[in-house]
């Protein structure tokens, strides 16, 4: 891909938002020296806090978090924005080729990166809609 798509910190933060009054209650929990690199490893995977996951996780039954959502969303806006720069690259060879009736071989690279970025957008689609 010629542009890697902007991931992370667009739509989240790393601690849950502020609620008024507070939280009034916590929880502690125990976890073995494994258990917590693996903890903080996925909190650091997902850039949210492991009480944040903790919270997200258990609250979700399993399924996607919010997180992982904003996340997905985040990816989506940044491809979308790649897939809108390269619309005029792809006028501008599409007018090239009707008028010598030729495709350039550096346009055959970039119709590749931008088929890639299609496919890459409709796996994140697909993993959204999947409950």
């Known amino acids: 891909m010629a542009e890697e ?7 989240g933060r790393s601690r849950q938002a502020n609620v008024p009054g507070g939280r009034a ?27 944040r996951l903790l919270v997200e996780a258990a609250l979700t039954g399993g399924s996607e978090t919010p997180t992982q959502r ?8 940044a491809i979308r924005r790649v897939l809108s720069n ?7 060879m599409a007018k090239a080729v009707n008028v010598d009736g030729e495709i350039r071989p550096e346009a055959v690279g970039f119709l590749q990166e931008a088929r ?16």
């Open 25 to 51: 209650h916590s929880y502690r929990v125990k976890v073995t020296p494994e258990e917590k690199d693996r903890l903080a490893a996925l909190a650091g995977e997902q850039q949210v806090s492991v009480p």
């Open 116 to 131: 890639d970025l299609v496919l890459h957008l409709d796996a994140l689609v697909e993993g959204l809609a999947r409950p």
């Open 70 to 77: 904003r996340e997905a969303m985040a990816e989506l806006f």
């Open 86 to 92: 390269n619309a005029i690259n792809i006028n501008q």
């Open 5 to 11: 798509p902007v991931r992370r910190k667009v739509l």
